[in-house]
């Protein structure tokens, strides 16, 4: 059953040359940058992809988008059945005026689930999440290890129907990165959970994918099986260094 579908879609923005406000008033200094250009695919329920590519290939842009913080130029994405999208990302869905406790309510509000249902689950990202006292202090005060502790505990625990990974896996200690890990491990193989993964490390991408996309350029230049994928991305970014 396809429960995502990402149909030619593209997504562009305005820079501003040199970082001049008054730019914003002169169209000779304002550009354009084509993030995303006419990417389709579709996800299965229960697969979970991977998204690989250098910085700058639109990874990242490709997955606010379908988490809804960008609307695309061109194209359209169907997500059936009015699911449940979580996204971890750093930087991305917090307000950082609120407690670290105060975002958990209002990130499971933005899911869509009532308070009864985030107390339940409350005192179990809490726990996973480490933070100890500091879930009851602002997240501007956070550190970014903090920061993607809280964002991966509420994301697994409230149960979203597809989650999209931006590098969470790769930030934080090293005991954190393990026990996360296996969480996702655990989820993917328990609990037939549909995900999405951007990451720069192609060995956790092999163990945990099924198939793989490789972005470049905001274009999709290979996807398919992820063996053969990575092989050629890796082919790719060694010639590259040559």
Not at 14 to 21: A, G, L, P, Q, R
Not at 133 to 162: C, H, N, R
Not at 211 to 223: A, E, F, N, P, S
């Amino acid at each position: 059953m396809k429960i995502l579908k990402v149909k030619n879609v593209s997504l562009s923005y305005k820079t501003i040359e040199k970082n001049d406000f008054k730019a914003l008033f002169s169209l000779k200094k304002v550009t354009t940058f084509q993030a995303l250009k006419n990417i389709s695919f579709s996800l299965e329920k229960g697969e979970v992809l991977g998204i690989i590519g250098q910085n700058g290939s639109g990874k990242s842009t490709l997955l606010k988008t379908i988490a809804n913080v960008f609307s695309p130029n061109e194209g359209t994405i169907e997500i059936a059945n009015n699911l449940k999208v979580g996204l971890l990302s750093l930087g991305t869905g917090f307000d950082n005026k609120l407690t670290g406790y105060e975002n958990i309510y209002l990130s499971g509000m933005l899911y869509g689930y009532n308070k009864a249902y985030i107390d339940s689950k409350l005192s179990q990202i809490i726990e996973f999440s480490e933070l100890e006292d500091f879930i009851y202090k602002p997240v501007s005060t956070y550190s970014s290890g903090m920061y993607s502790k809280l964002s991966f505990s509420i994301a697994v625990f409230l149960e979203v129907d597809i989650l999209l990974i931006d590098e969470v896996l790769s930030v934080g200690d090293i005991h954190f990165k393990e026990k996360s890990y296996n969480k996702i491990t655990e989820l993917i193989k328990k609990e037939d959970k549909t995900v999405i993964v951007v990451s720069h490390s192609t060995s956790m991408i092999e163990e945990l994918c099924s198939r793989v996309i490789w972005l470049h350029d905001g274009k999709v230049k290979m996807q398919g099986e992820t063996t053969e994928v990575i092989k050629q991305y890796t082919k790719f970014m060694k010639n590259l260094k040559k």
